[in-house]
């Protein structure tokens, strides 16, 4: 394996986790888009989200290229990617930017960049449960799953359909994930855990299975389990793999590049003379009350449509 090869996989185990880094403006090497491959790709792009999203909410969740500006990063990883953002002063690491996976938001500054050859996988706590959703899973088969032995498969088999609650929940490193729970269970009932008792026989039973097989559990397995078992065993458990970490990757370096539609050069020139401050504040006034009369005009149009439903 190549020298450089091996030093990209050492760097992408140590970021598996993104601290909150600052990022930098700076030029970053190689070449943007052409104007017209960046502005066909985002018609085609906003033309089939538009298809899902009402008129109204167009200027939020669907805008016209005319209000974005194209940047370029670079990630922890060393990948460069183009983003656009609503207007030249919204910083690509001070956004939010999708988790494809779970359909929700990274943490700022953060973007999903998937290598095969990503960090393992790490147990964070579960810091709030979010929505609820329920599922229905079969009964399970006669032939023992999971490498059991028929003996225990049968003390834990379901031989009927059952359903569980399915929530979304976030984790201590700021991704969200999904855990089961009881269908009864509430969050804030917090989780159920074994009698003192109970827990001591855990114990005993982990740790001399774990004497007597090393290789039973992995290191990191045990580890989880070793918390768990402090803690009672709480279930829901209070802490879950996040499997987003190793794919999530921080902002370090952008680089503006230019209106999705480019400003007239005229407009380039105007900016040349410095207004007065009268004109600046006489500007300010007519933009308010633009910006007054649209939210207006949008929270009637929300209305309408609500109306329609
Ligand atoms: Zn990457
Ligand atoms: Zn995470």
Known sequence: MSEALNDARRTLKAEATPAASVAIARRIPGKAKAQTEALR??????????????????????????????????????????????????????????????????????????????????????????????????????????????????????????????????????????????????PLDGPKRVSAEQQREMIAEFEQLWATDPGSDSDREREHMRRQLAEGWPRPATEQLCYTCPQARAIVVYQGVDWLVPRKKVEKADTGSRPSRKQIEQRLAKAQAEQKRLEEQLAELVQQDRSAE
């Open 41 to 186: 790709d985002y018609e085609a792009f906003n033309a089939k989200r538009r298809e899902r999203i009402p008129v109204a909410l167009w200027p939020f969740w669907a805008p016209g290229p005319d209000t974005l500006y194209r940047w370029r990063v670079r990630l922890t990883c060393g990948c460069v990617h183009e983003v656009l953002t609503h207007g030249n002063d919204a910083f690509p690491a001070e956004g939010r930017w999708p988790d494809p996976v779970h359909r929700s938001y990274l943490p700022p500054g953060q973007m999903w960049c998937r290598h095969d050859e990503s960090a393992n996988e790490q147990y964070q706590g579960v810091v709030e449960w979010g929505a609820r959703g329920e599922r229905t899973f079969p009964a399970d088969p006669m032939e023992p799953l999971y490498d059991l032995d028929v003996e225990t498969w049968m003390k834990i088999r379901h031989d009927e359909p059952r359903t569980s609650a399915l929530w979304t929940v976030t984790l201590a490193c700021g991704h969200a994930t999904e855990m089961f729970s009881d269908l009864d269970w509430q």
